[in-house]
Antibody, heavy 123, light 113 residues
Framework: EVQLVESGGGLVQPGGSLRLSCATSGFTFSSYWMNWVRQAPGKGLEWVANIKEDGSEKKYVDSVKGRFTISRDNARNSLYLQMNSLRAEDTAIYYC????????????????WGQGTLVSVSS | DFVMTQSPDSLAVSLGERATINCKSSQSVLYDSNNKNYLAWYQQKPGQPPKLLIYWASTRESGVPDRFSGSGSETDFTLTISSLQAEDVAVYYCQQYYHIPLTFGGGTKVEIK
């Protein structure tokens, strides 16, 4: 069974940092593009970033460029999101999601998704 | 960026009746070289992550009931639930994967009338 389990969320002050992790199992992690998608409380979905199978390509939504860094450790089957200079508008549930297409491309749907981890940015 | 606009924001449908959700892209998501529409649909129930229903605009994900169907091309797409069941109460999202940033529609909430 494919599983994605996020961790690392919590309450942080504006300007602070947080590192999210996504532990995966049940599939060959090193064969997939991986994504972070977020959802502000009561709001819609926003793709944040994705990373190629070997970590050599990374793409970000403009609102997090220069502040967030996506990375992965294929030996540990894990995905990460380092979030710096956090703002109130970064408050959201952050989901880890596998790229759905069976080919190497960042242009993909998301399947499956983890349960998410909540990040709250507030003083 | 590709802006995805869903309509309506919410709808209430009687059990067994048809529910129709629309999604309009600000630019075409039809890739000429393979004639595929780069559009997916998701279902999100309260307290749960989204679940993939449909990709390539009309290909149903394995295990998804056949009462769910997707149609449309280029900029205009539709998700249809042919006979609404109680377990279909959820928010539904479309998503384009033609262009980075990958973007979602604002969601449509489906309830029972």
């Amino acid at each position: 069974e494919v599983q994605l389990v996020e961790s690392g969320g919590g309450l942080v002050q504006p300007g602070g940092s947080l590192r999210l992790s996504c532990a995966t199992s049940g599939f060959t992690f090193s064969s997939y593009w991986m994504n972070w998608v977020r959802q502000a409380p009561g709001k819609g979905l926003e793709w944040v970033a994705n990373i190629k199978e070997d970590g050599s390509e990374k793409k970000y939504v403009d609102s997090v460029k220069g502040r967030f860094t996506i990375s992965r450790d294929n030996a540990r089957n894990s995905l990460y999101l380092q979030m710096n200079s956090l703002r109130a508008e970064d408050t959201a549930i952050y989901y880890c999601a596998r790229g759905g297409r069976g080919e190497s491309t960042p242009y993909t749907w998301f399947d499956p998704w983890g349960q998410g981890t909540l990040v709250s940015v507030s003083s | 960026d590709f802006v995805m606009t869903q309509s309506p924001d919410s709808l209430a449908v009687s059990l067994g009746e048809r529910a129709t959700i629309n999604c309009k892209s600000s630019q075409s998501v039809l890739y000429d070289s393979n004639n595929k529409n780069y559009l997916a649909w998701y279902q999100q129930k309260p307290g749960q992550p989204p679940k993939l229903l449909i990709y390539w605009a009309s290909t149903r994900e394995s295990g998804v009931p056949d009462r769910f169907s997707g149609s449309g091309s280029e900029t205009d797409f539709t998700l249809t639930i042919s006979s609404l069941q109680a377990e279909d109460v959820a928010v539904y999202y479309c998503q384009q994967y033609y262009h980075i940033p990958l973007t979602f529609g604002g969601g449509t909430k489906v309830e029972i009338k």
